[in-house]
C-alpha cells in the first residue's frame, strides 16, 4: 500500500521535512536574462523628434515642468516651447492681418460691425505675443533661456477654440482676462528673477525692451520718439571711430531693428489705450 502512494507523489514530495536549496538557473538562461535585461530600451534613448511627439499629447504647461527632469528633457522641452511659441506669433500675426483687412477703417463702423469682437479679441492675443517677444525674445535668440510660461500657450489655444466654438462671442477683456494676468505675471517674474542672472546683450534695443506694467498715455509717444531720435544719434557717435564700413552696416542693423521694435511698442501702447477707455467705459456703467 505504501508503494503504491509513494508512486503519486514526486520526488520532492516524496521528503516534504527536507529543507531544498535554492534554484540554478541554468549558465544559457543566466546569459539570455542578463542580455534581456540590458536590451530594455529607455525613453531617454529615443530620438529627439519621437519624444516631442509623445510630449505633445501633454499640455504645454506639463512640458515646462518636465524641464526639470534631465539636461536631455531640458534641451527637447525648450526647443518644443520655443518653437510653438514662435509658431503662434506667426499665426497670430496672419489672422490679425487678414481680419484687419475686412474691417472698415471708420471706428464707429468697426463697432457695430459683425467681427468686431473676434477683431479685438484676436487684436488683443497679437498685441500680447508681441509684449512676450519683446521681453523674451532676444534672449531666446541667442540660447539664454527659453519661453518657459507654457500656461501660456495652452490659454491662446484655449481662446482661438472658443473663438471656432462660440457663435456670439464676449468683449474681448472677458475672454482674455486670465491671458492678460498669466503674461503680466510671466514678464514681471522674468525682469526680476531670470533677467538679471543672464548675460547682458550689449545692444541698444535692450532698452526697448523695458515695459512698464501700468498704461502709457497717449502723450508720452512723442516723447518715446524723442528719446529713440537720441540714442540714435548717440550710437552714431559711438560709431565714429570704427572702420567706414563696419561702422555703417552695423548701424543700419541698429536703426532697422530699432524702428521695427519703436513700431511694435507703439502698437501696444496705443491698444493697451484703448483697452483702458473700455474698461473706463464698462465700471461706468
Same mark, same amino acid.
Given at each position: 500500500m505504501?508503494?503504491?502512494?509513494n508512486?503519486?507523489?514526486?520526488?520532492q514530495d516524496?521528503?516534504?521535512?527536507e529543507?531544498? =536549496?535554492?534554484?540554478?538557473?541554468?549558465?544559457?538562461?543566466?546569459?539570455?536574462?542578463?542580455?534581456?535585461? @540590458?536590451?530594455?530600451?529607455?525613453? @531617454?534613448?529615443?530620438?529627439?523628434?519621437?519624444i516631442?511627439?509623445?510630449?505633445?499629447?501633454?499640455?504645454?504647461?506639463?512640458?515646462?515642468?518636465?524641464?526639470?527632469?534631465?539636461? *536631455?528633457?531640458?534641451?527637447?522641452?525648450s526647443?518644443?516651447?520655443n518653437?510653438?511659441? +514662435?509658431?503662434? /506669433?506667426?499665426?497670430?500675426?496672419?489672422?490679425?492681418?487678414?481680419?484687419?483687412?475686412l474691417?472698415?477703417? #471708420?471706428?464707429?463702423a468697426?463697432?457695430?460691425?459683425?467681427?468686431?469682437?473676434?477683431?479685438?479679441?484676436?487684436?488683443t492675443?497679437?498685441m500680447?505675443?508681441s509684449?512676450?517677444?519683446?521681453?523674451? =525674445?532676444?534672449?531666446?535668440e541667442?540660447? *539664454?533661456?527659453c519661453?518657459f510660461? =507654457?500656461?501660456?500657450?495652452?490659454e491662446i *489655444?484655449?481662446?482661438l477654440? *472658443?473663438i471656432?466654438? @462660440?457663435?456670439?462671442?464676449?468683449?474681448?477683456?472677458k475672454?482674455?482676462?486670465?491671458?492678460?494676468?498669466l503674461?503680466?505675471?510671466?514678464?514681471e517674474?522674468?525682469k526680476?528673477?531670470?533677467?538679471?542672472?543672464?548675460?547682458?546683450?550689449?545692444?541698444?534695443?535692450?532698452?526697448?525692451?523695458?515695459?512698464s506694467?501700468?498704461?502709457?498715455? #497717449?502723450?508720452?509717444?512723442?516723447?518715446?520718439?524723442?528719446?529713440?531720435?537720441?540714442l540714435?544719434?548717440t550710437?552714431? /557717435?559711438?560709431?565714429?571711430n570704427?572702420?567706414? +564700413?563696419?561702422?555703417?552696416?552695423k548701424?543700419?542693423?541698429?536703426?532697422?531693428?530699432?524702428?521695427?521694435?519703436a513700431?511694435?511698442?507703439?502698437?501696444?501702447?496705443?491698444?493697451?489705450?484703448?483697452?483702458?477707455?473700455?474698461?473706463g467705459?464698462?465700471?461706468?456703467?
Amino acid at each position: 500500500m505504501d508503494m503504491v502512494l509513494n508512486a503519486y507523489f514526486s520526488p520532492q514530495d516524496s521528503h516534504p521535512h527536507e529543507i531544498q =536549496g535554492p534554484t540554478q538557473i541554468p549558465e544559457k538562461d543566466n546569459v539570455k536574462y542578463k542580455q534581456k535585461t @540590458t536590451d530594455i530600451l529607455h525613453i @531617454t534613448d529615443l530620438p529627439p523628434e519621437i519624444i516631442q511627439h509623445i510630449l505633445r499629447n501633454l499640455s504645454f504647461d506639463a512640458i515646462s515642468k518636465l524641464r526639470m527632469v534631465s539636461k *536631455y528633457f531640458n534641451e527637447i522641452c525648450s526647443s518644443l516651447l520655443n518653437s510653438e511659441f +514662435n509658431h503662434l /506669433r506667426a499665426v497670430m500675426l496672419q489672422k490679425f492681418h487678414s481680419i484687419k483687412a475686412l474691417m472698415p477703417r #471708420r471706428e464707429s463702423a468697426r463697432r457695430k460691425h459683425p467681427l468686431a469682437r473676434e477683431s479685438d479679441i484676436i487684436e488683443t492675443l497679437h498685441m500680447r505675443l508681441s509684449l512676450l517677444h519683446m521681453t523674451f =525674445g532676444k534672449h531666446i535668440e541667442r540660447n *539664454y533661456c527659453c519661453f518657459f510660461p =507654457g500656461e501660456i500657450i495652452d490659454e491662446i *489655444y484655449r481662446i482661438l477654440r *472658443y473663438i471656432r466654438s @462660440t457663435l456670439c462671442l464676449n468683449r474681448a477683456y472677458k475672454v482674455t482676462d486670465e491671458l492678460f494676468d498669466l503674461s503680466t505675471m510671466a514678464m514681471e517674474y522674468f525682469k526680476e528673477h531670470i533677467e538679471p542672472s543672464l548675460p547682458e546683450i550689449s545692444y541698444l534695443a535692450h532698452d526697448l525692451f523695458e515695459h512698464s506694467s501700468f498704461i502709457t498715455p #497717449r502723450s508720452d509717444l512723442a516723447i518715446q520718439r524723442a528719446q529713440l531720435m537720441q540714442l540714435e544719434c548717440t550710437n552714431i /557717435r559711438k560709431e565714429a571711430n570704427l572702420p567706414k +564700413n563696419d561702422s555703417v552696416t552695423k548701424f543700419q542693423k541698429q536703426l532697422k531693428n530699432t524702428r521695427e521694435m519703436a513700431k511694435r511698442k507703439t502698437f501696444c501702447i496705443k491698444f493697451e489705450w484703448r483697452l483702458f477707455i473700455d474698461q473706463g467705459k464698462k465700471d461706468a456703467k
